[in-house]
Every structure is written in structure tokens, then in C-alpha cells.
């Protein structure tokens, strides 16, 4: 479960998310929508632990992660956008270097099926260099799911993905939330909040604007219609620029 | 054609110019223009015009006692011709496949589709060398003052190495044509590399073989290394390594000329080289353009990779290595990043690699101190591997950078991993630790095996006083280098922008100043650091050494100076580990 109240997160004068709360609970999804510079990438960030919030309480599965970052952070995984890896470490390599870190006792049982469950089993012994954008990306996914995160951040998944793996993404995303895991993701794609997530957060300048599942946010910026789209409704919402 | 090149050459230098000169108004570049302004006034400047004063100050030649007792001239002359016999050999040898013309990606996207003929695209790549050569050469004739020891003007000296580079430039041209027409016409690129191979094991053989049948006799008396310099150039100077040299010893010349007659009667030789190998590429019609693109997109690569600062020297392209030890799950998550950047140093670096050295030390160094000139073979070994020790020591932690300087960039993912700060700080520089600890344990075990022989003469450097303090000095290197490494991955958290500046290979005075800046600061906090470590164990060592004797002093100021280090470095990693949980590199680099 992930707990957020008054997360604040500023950069010298400038605020890139102001005072922000929600909750997600176990099974859940959230989308975390908005237009460029609404601090999505800020959020997701702050929530990883990877950036120190200026204000407000973040608990990762009951665990403060201002309190207790290291115990926090066992808790989550972190997805970026781009695949970062190590250039000289093969797939193989990269799971031992994360089980390590994890302290993940039998990753080699652990992290057979994910390969395969991912289809990179054939690479275990290639390098970051030798493999597609998409294979990179399902190394990092690999890595990881490796500890079995019970929280899990992704953000832009779908960047750089061909039409398959897209699809797998989202299978893999709502396999993980099946499963138990509380995922927040941040896209600009909205068939895949569609299609993958339970609730939705709208981020305009750092601020939330709303809120709730689909259905609520639909019925929230519809004012009565029917047959909105999503694209309509993400428009009202933000109403339609980055200011 | 020249004018379009002429105004892309001299474009992109105002532009170039223009962009350094815009940068300026950043204080990290204002600030290292100015040491390197400073440095090359003091380093370049200065001495060109103390060497100059000097010089018009002797009479003529070198001051008396500092003429060497033989032809400096000549001698130089053959190293040179055999430096230039290598680089053809080499060029003649590497290449495995088919070699390209140097031209860069965008000269390559428009050049090549455009309606230039092929001879022209070599003029083309022949002229843009040029204004390189010109420029190396002046800064080789800078650097070396002017190479007034030599006689001759800077003039003659500059002119010298522009025959020299720019006949190497050529054969350079020429080889990788004629290599490109022999794989065309069906040449099989391993056997002609193997022949030639072949070809070069058999010349050094004979030459070898030439030199032992009839070599000059050894200097005797009080001799010094330019006459150990002058026997090496006359056993070479012999048999069929003396024709081989010719062409390098004339093309060398103009350079050598100690006055203006004597270089316009060798430019002669030398010009006739370089018309020769002219005509030798400008006549080839072979086609180059797949093997050059090929070049293009690798220079790229790696260019790109220098612009990041994720380069490594000699590893163009990753390969999968084996692992330097085995890492199970569980156990310290340190460990594992001393394992991960390991992977990614070079393969040398391994336990096998460091034994096989000890041992090899163990053999050769006791060999040499027991020869007949074992004092002369001792007091060479102690002086390189100090002088070896000291560098390692001092600009080694610049070099090796395998710890958070590399993996900033990843500073994302490892501030997710669960780990305190102090300890991604210190897993990262495990790495450099190691393979510093290593270099600096071996020159150690040279100094001691060579000390052997100086016992004889200094009573208290006994076996158990030099084992003594050997294990003492080898315990203090790791924490030494901690700390030394400490310094710039502390650099690279606190200053990343300038970090993020210095990494990257940019060019420039300013750019120059700034590494300047980074290297002295380092040696300033380095300094400070030993201060106290070496004052409590130097008056620790002095005190006790009456009561408890040397050896057990020795011990006991080293528990001390250790324990002073020690400190200094776990304050150092928490610190640091406490910065880097709050680090957020988008921040830092914010415009």
C-alpha cells in the first residue's frame, strides 16, 4: 500500500508538487496524468525515494520512508523510462549485481521464470549493447521484479515499445496488481489508463486537480454528457494547455 | 572544392571559438580559463622565454658539463627513424579488416552523396588533415621549448614536425588505399595480416640476430643513461635495421638541423619522401567510401560516449567477461558493486593477473640485485617504483574511475536500491581501492626485495625492520587511497556541474583550468587530511622508539596514523552517504 499526504516538492523558488495526497491500495493502479511540466516525473521520484520531498509523509507498505528509507526502498521498485543498465554486465550479471543488493537468497530459481516469463532467457549472457530497446526494457523489468516488490512506480512504460510489447507490458502491469502489488504509473497515453488502470490522479502545475476511478473522474468533467471521451475529459480537466 | 572547405574549416573554428568565448560567463568556465591561462604563462610562456634568454646568453651549444660525451643528434635520429619504422610497420599489420579514410559522419552525409569525385574526396580529407598537423606542430615546438638543446630556430622546428606528420599523414592515406584495393581484388584480410606479421617477426629476427653478432662494446666507467641511450642507437644502427632506417632518418632531418644551412640542405630528402608518398595516394582510384562510413559511425559512437563521459580507453565496444569472483545473494550489498565495477574495468585487473605479478616480482627482482651491478639494478628498481608509487598515488584516483563518477548517471537506480548512503559510497569505491591498493602492494614488494642489498651498508635496515615496516606501509595503503578516492567522488556530489563539465572531453583553456583546479584541490585536501595522521604517528614513532626499539615503534605509530586515516574516512563516507541520499542530480544540473 502506498500512503501520500502533503507531498510537496519544490526546486529553489519553483514548486513542482504542491501539497499532494492519495492512497493506493493493494490491487490498485493508479494513473498519474497531466500535461508536460505538471510534476509527474517529480512525484514519481519523491515516492521512490530516489529525490528527499521538501514536505509532507510518504509510507511505502506501512513503512515511513523519511523514517526508514532502506526499509522502504525493499518494498518498492522503481521503473524509469528509459532503460538505465550497466554496459559491462550481462542479463545474467544484472540480476546476480540486484540480488545482492536485494539480498534475494536462490535468485538464480527466482529469476529463471521472470526471464522467461519475459523472453530473455536466451540472452542471460549478452550485454546491454547486443540487445533491442525492448530486451533492455525487459531487463530492467526483470531486475526489478526480481525481490518480488510489493510496490511498484513506473514511469512512461510504454516509451520505445513495439505494439507486442505493449501489450505484454500491460499484461505484465495488471499480472503484478492481480498479484497483490500497488502500482502507480505515470503515462501521457491515456488508451493505457484505459486499459490498465483502477484509478486515475490528474496533476496540472504540481497541484492535483482530481482524483478517483475512471468512472468517478468521467462523471466529475462529463457534467451530464454521454459518450465523452477520455481525451475530452482529460482536456476539461486540464483545461486543454500547460498553464 | 578548397574554397567549401576552407569555409567549413574556418566556420566551424569561429564557431567553436565563439561558443568558448560565450561560456565564459559561467563561473566554472571564467574561473578555469583563468587557471589555465595561468599555467600556460607559467608552464609554456616563461620558460619558452627563460630557455630563449638562456640560450643567447652561452656562447654556443650547451654549458660545459652538460654536453653530452656523445652525437645527441645521431641518436636521436635513429629512435626517431625506429619510432617511424614502428608506426609504418603497425599500419601495415593492425588493421583486421578493411580501414577507412578518416571522415566524420557529417562529412560522410554530405560529402559523399554529393558530385565529388573520389580523387577529390581524398584531396578533400588530405587538405582537412592539414590544418591539425600544423596546429600539433606548433604546439610541439611550444611544448618543447622550442627544442633549443637541438640549435636550430623554431622555425626549422616547427616546419620539421610539420614534414614529419604530415608525411606520416600520407603514408597513413596510403596504406589503408592500397589495403582496401588488396581486399577489393580478393585478398583474404587474416592471411595478409598474418603474412605481413610473419614478415615483421622475420625482420626483427635477422635484425636481432645482426645486432648480437657485432655489437658495439658497452660504456665504460662513470656513464649515464644518454650513453646507455647512444650504445642502444648504435647496436641498431648496424646490418639490416640500418637500411630499414633510412627513410625515417631522412624524413627526421629537417627537424634534427641544428642551424638553417644544414636544414635546406636536408629538407631535400625529405620533401622528395613526401612528394613520393603524394603521388603514391593521389594516384590510387580505390574504392574507400563502406570501410570510411564504417569508421565514421564507430568515431561516432565513441565520440558520443567521450561527450557522456561513459568512455573508456581501449574499449570501444563491451564484452562479456568472466566474473572477477563469485557473488551469491547473500552478504554485503558493498561487495556487489566492487563485483559490478570490476566487470566493467579492464581484464587485467584480476586476482590470477595481480598473483601472477607478485610472483613474477618475487623472481625478477632478487635476479637483478644479485647480478654483477646489483647496486646500479637496486638503486633503478627503488627509484622507478617510487617515482611509479608517487604518481599512482597522487593522479591515480583521477584515473581510476570506476566508482561513482561513472555510475552517476545511474544515481537514479541506486538511490532506489535499499541501502544507507555511506554504503552505495563506499561499495562504489571499492573498485579503484582495489586496483590502487594493488599496483601500490606490488612496487611496495619490488622496493623490499630490492632494499636487499643496502643492508649490507645501513645497520638498521635488517630483515625484520624491513619486513616490519613493509606490512605497516602496506596496511595504511588502502585506507590512504579511501581517502584519496574519497576526494573526487566528493567533487563529483558536491560540484556536479563542474563534474559534469571535467568528464566530459571537451576542449579548451577553460576546460584545461578547470582539471587543473580539480587536481590541485585534491592535493590540498589530501595534504590536510595526512597532517594529523602523520604528525601523531611521526611523534608517536619518535617517543617510543628509545623504550619499545624501532620496529615496535614503527607498529605502534602506524596503529596510530591508521587509526587517525580510519577516522577520517568513515567521517568522509558518512558524510558523502548522507549527501548522497539527498543528491538529486536533475536539481544540481539545473541551468
Redesign the interface.
Known amino acids: 500500500m502506498i500512503e501520500v499526504s502533503g507531498l510537496t516538492k519544490r526546486?529553489?523558488a519553483f514548486t513542482a508538487v504542491r501539497d499532494l495526497s492519495f492512497t493506493v491500495q493493494p490491487g490498485e493502479v493508479l494513473g498519474l496524468v497531466g500535461p508536460n511540466g505538471a510534476g509527474k516525473t517529480s512525484t514519481l521520484?519523491s515516492l521512490?525515494?530516489?529525490?528527499?520531498a521538501n514536505a509532507g509523509r510518504i509510507h511505502i507498505h506501512g513503512v515511513d520512508l523519511a523514517v526508514d528509507?532502506?526499509?522502504?526502498?525493499?518494498q518498492?521498485?522503481?521503473f524509469?523510462d528509459e532503460p538505465?543498465l550497466?554496459?559491462?554486465?550481462?542479463v545474467r550479471?544484472h540480476l546476480?549485481?540486484v540480488?545482492?543488493?536485494?539480498?534475494?537468497?536462490?535468485?538464480a530459481t527466482l529469476a529463471q521464470p521472470l526471464l522467461e516469463e519475459l523472453e530473455i532467457a536466451d540472452k542471460v549472457?549478452?550485454?546491454?549493447?547486443e540487445l533491442s530497446r525492448g530486451m533492455k526494457q525487459k531487463l530492467a523489468i526483470a531486475c526489478g521484479l526480481l525481490h518480488s516488490p510489493r510496490v511498484m512506480f513506473f514511469d512512461e512504460p510504454l516509451t520505445g515499445l513495439d505494439p507486442l510489447g505493449i501489450r505484454r507490458m500491460k499484461d505484465s502491469i495488471l499480472s503484478r496488481a492481480r498479484a497483490g502489488a500497488a502500482i502507480v504509473l505515470s503515462s501521457h497515453l491515456l488508451h493505457l489508463l484505459e486499459e490498465v488502470c483502477s484509478h486515475v490522479l490528474i496533476l496540472k502545475k504540481g497541484e492535483k486537480i482530481a482524483h478517483g476511478t475512471l468512472a468517478e473522474i468521467s462523471a466529475q468533467f462529463a457534467h451530464g454528457e454521454t459518450g465523452v471521451s477520455l481525451e475530452e475529459i482529460f482536456i476539461r480537466a486540464t483545461g486543454g494547455s500547460e498553464n | 572544392m578548397l574554397g567549401a572547405l576552407l569555409y567549413l574549416r574556418l566556420t566551424t573554428l569561429k564557431n567553436i571559438l565563439l561558443s568558448r568565448l560565450r561560456r565564459l560567463k559561467q563561473p566554472k568556465y571564467f574561473l578555469g580559463a583563468l587557471a589555465g591561462i595561468a599555467y600556460i604563462y607559467l608552464m609554456v610562456y616563461r620558460q619558452l622565454s627563460a630557455g630563449s634568454t638562456a640560450l643567447a646568453a652561452l656562447p654556443a651549444g650547451l654549458p660545459t658539463g652538460l654536453a653530452p660525451t656523445f652525437n645527441l643528434t645521431a641518436t636521436l635520429s635513429v629512435f626517431g627513424a625506429l619510432v617511424l619504422l614502428v608506426i609504418v610497420l603497425f599500419t601495415w599489420a593492425l588493421p583486421k579488416e578493411k580501414p577507412g579514410l578518416p571522415f566524420t559522419e557529417a562529412e560522410v552525409a554530405f560529402l559523399f552523396p554529393a558530385p565529388i569525385s573520389r580523387r577529390r574526396l581524398i584531396h578533400f580529407r588530405l587538405l582537412g588533415a592539414q590544418i591539425r598537423i600544423l596546429f600539433s606542430a606548433v604546439i610541439f615546438t611550444l611544448i618543447s621549448r622550442g627544442w633549443s638543446f637541438l640549435g636550430g630556430g623554431a622555425l626549422t622546428h616547427v616546419l620539421g614536425w610539420w614534414l614529419i606528420l604530415t608525411t606520416i599523414n600520407l603514408h597513413l592515406a596510403g596504406a589503408a588505399l592500397t589495403i582496401n584495393r588488396h581486399i577489393d581484388n580478393g585478398a583474404n584480410p587474416t592471411n595478409r595480416r598474418w603474412l605481413i606479421l610473419a614478415g615483421v617477426a622475420l625482420l626483427l629476427l635477422i635484425s636481432t640476430l645482426s645486432i648480437l653478432n657485432a655489437a658495439p662494446p658497452l660504456p665504460e666507467g662513470d656513464f649515464g643513461p644518454g650513453d646507455i641511450a647512444d650504445w642502444l642507437a648504435r647496436c641498431m644502427d648496424r646490418g639490416l635495421l640500418y637500411w630499414l632506417l633510412i627513410p625515417g632518418k631522412l624524413v627526421i632531418a629537417p627537424f634534427l638541423a641544428p642551424n638553417y644551412p644544414e636544414f635546406f640542405r636536408t629538407v631535400g630528402p625529405a620533401a622528395l619522401i613526401l612528394i613520393g608518398h603524394y603521388c603514391w595516394v593521389a594516384r590510387q582510384e580505390t574504392s574507400f567510401e563502406e570501410a570510411s562510413i564504417a569508421y565514421a559511425e564507430k568515431r561516432g559512437a565513441r565520440l558520443a560516449r567521450q561527450r557522456d563521459g561513459t568512455y573508456r580507453f581501449g574499449q570501444d565496444k563491451a564484452k562479456a567477461r568472466r566474473e572477477p569472483f563469485r557473488l551469491s545473494g547473500p552478504g554485503r550489498a558493498e561487495l556487489a558493486f566492487l563485483w559490478k565495477n570490476l566487470l566493467g574495468t579492464l581484464p587485467y585487473f584480476h586476482a590470477r593477473v595481480w598473483l601472477g605479478c607478485a610472483i613474477l616480482t618475487c623472481i625478477a627482482v632478487p635476479w637483478i640485485v644479485r647480478s654483477e651491478h646489483q647496486v646500479i639494478g637496486a638503486n633503478i628498481i627503488i627509484t622507478f617504483t617510487a617515482i611509479f608509487s608517487a604518481y599512482t598515488l597522487l593522479l591515480g584516483p583521477q584515473l581510476a574511475r570506476q566508482d561513482l563518477r561513472s555510475d552517476l548517471p545511474h544515481a537514479d537506480i541506486l538511490k532506489t536500491y535499499p541501502l544507507a548512503g555511506w554504503q552505495i559510497i563506499l561499495g562504489e569505491i571499492l573498485t579503484p581501492i582495489a586496483i590502487l591498493t594493488g599496483l601500490l602492494w606490488l612496487n611496495l614488494l619490488a622496493q623490499v626485495l630490492a632494499l636487499a642489498p643496502m643492508a649490507d651498508k645501513v645497520p638498521w635496515l635488517t630483515p625484520g625492520f624491513r619486513l616490519t615496516a613493509s606490512l605497516c606501509i602496506g596496511a595504511v595503503i588502502p585506507v590512504l587511497c579511501a581517502l584519496q578516492l574519497l576526494i573526487p567522488n566528493a567533487a563529483a556530489l558536491l560540484f556536479p556541474a563542474w563534474f559534469q563539465a571535467t568528464r566530459q572531453r571537451s576542449g579548451g583553456i577553460d576546460a584545461m583550468g578547470q582539471r587543473l583546479i580539480f587536481v590541485f584541490g585534491q592535493l590540498l585536501v589530501i595534504l590536510i587530511s595526512l597532517f594529523p595522521a602523520v604528525l601523531g604517528a611521526a611523534l608517536v614513532i619518535f617517543a617510543s622508539q628509545w623504550l619499545i626499539g624501532a620496529s615496535a615503534a614503527v607498529v605502534l605509530g602506524t596503529l596510530v596514523a591508521l587509526s587517525i586515516l580510519g577516522a577520517e574516512v568513515a567521517c568522509g563516507l558518512w558524510w558523502l552517504g548522507e549527501r548522497f541520499e539527498k543528491f538529486d542530480l536533475a536539481t544540481e544540473l539545473r541551468p
Open positions: 526546486y529553489g521520484r521512490a525515494g530516489i529525490i528527499p528509507p532502506v526499509g522502504a526502498k525493499r518498492l521498485a522503481f524509469p538505465r550497466f554496459d559491462y554486465l550481462t550479471q546476480n549485481f540480488a545482492r543488493i536485494y539480498g534475494v537468497a536462490d535468485h549472457d549478452q550485454l546491454p549493447g
